[in-house]
């Protein structure tokens, strides 16, 4: 779902679960492309309950994130043709919500680009 409305946003799907052996893995690897530059954008897509313990996008600890990076890291080693791509990471979070009545679900989604910033490449 994630890749597909990121898709109709005008991003090009480039990878999904891209991994590095005991390193980690990127959901989804994409490309905007701008008026003067592109960029690539490492996407981390999230579904939860709300169950108390806040939405989809409050479950990137930092923890995460600087795993998410250095797989990021990784990505760029590996594919060289985008080292001069400026880079950002989003998250795509679905937080499933049960109806007033217990029965069904429905999910809200939210996408939060530029969720967090790496340290200077």
Same mark, same amino acid.
Request: with cysteine; charged share 25%; hydrophobic share 40%.
């Given at each position: 779902?994630?890749?597909?409305?990121?898709?109709?946003?005008?991003?090009?799907?480039?990878?999904?679960?891209?991994?590095?052996?005991?390193?980690?893995?990127?959901?989804?690897?994409?490309? &905007?492309?701008?008026?003067?530059?592109?960029?690539?954008?490492?996407?981390?897509?999230?579904?939860?309950?709300?169950?108390?313990?806040?939405?989809?996008?409050?479950?990137?600890?930092?923890?995460?994130?600087?795993?998410?990076?250095?797989?990021?890291?990784?990505?760029?080693?590996?594919?060289? &043709?985008?080292?001069?791509?400026?880079?950002?990471?989003?998250?795509?979070?679905?937080? &499933?919500?049960?109806?007033?009545?217990?029965?069904? &679900?429905?999910?809200?989604?939210?996408?939060?680009?530029?969720?967090?910033?790496?340290?200077?490449?």
């Amino acid at each position: 779902m994630a890749a597909d409305f990121l898709q109709q946003q005008g991003l090009r799907l480039i990878a999904r679960n891209w991994q590095q052996p005991k390193v980690g893995e990127i959901d989804l690897v994409l490309i &905007e492309h701008g008026r003067s530059w592109n960029v690539l954008v490492f996407a981390e897509v999230r579904k939860r309950k709300l169950l108390g313990y806040g939405d989809a996008l409050a479950s990137i600890t930092r923890s995460k994130q600087k795993k998410l990076i250095k797989t990021a890291r990784y990505f760029l080693r590996h594919h060289p &043709e985008y080292a001069d791509f400026e880079c950002r990471f989003d998250v795509v979070g679905f937080t &499933e919500r049960t109806g007033r009545s217990g029965q069904g &679900e429905t999910l809200q989604s939210e996408w939060l680009q530029g969720a967090f910033l790496a340290p200077a490449w």
